[in-house]
């Protein structure tokens, strides 16, 4: 007996964004090096990971999140799920802005990193309620933290903040 095929929305989510997400860091991290190692190229490299990388989070942040194991989810957390990965989308392109040395870099790093400050305590208090948050938010939280403090060290490196 086949097992009915995954919507797209799930396919999306969880094949092809991952997969994405790989993929344009890889090339992003490719960039870096050709940056520092002074190679052509390296500004468009940046471009393409970075823009791909925030699409990505961006397109994470829309899509409609589907039921863990046929359980109902909080909608508290869907939209600190969302929230996280809108300010992981900023925040990316705040680092590419930083990167390719474009004006309003400073401004953007503190729209996204304040975005994921702010979702990223939320969301330790919705776990701190409930257990079942965790699943909902572990990869929201894992790349919401790492871009967060990331940018909290350019900004400081810029003497932003």
Known sequence: MKEDPASFIELLQEKILPNVQRIALLIAVTGLVFLVLHYPGAD???????????????????????????????KLSTVIYKLIYLGCSVTTIGILFHFLKLN?????????????????????L??????DNWMVLKDAIIRGTTLFLLSIYMMRQASII
Do not use: M, N, W
């Open 44 to 74: 468009q490299l940046l471009l393409i990971g970075f823009a791909s990388l925030a699409i990505a989070y961006f397109l994470l942040a829309i899509i409609p999140l589907h039921s863990l194991a046929g359980r109902e989810l909080d």
């Open 126 to 131: 919705l776990i701190v309620k409930s257990k």
């Open 104 to 124: 309003g870099t400073g401004e953007i790093l503190l729209i996204g990193s304040s975005t994921c400050g702010v979702a990223l305590v939320l969301s330790g």
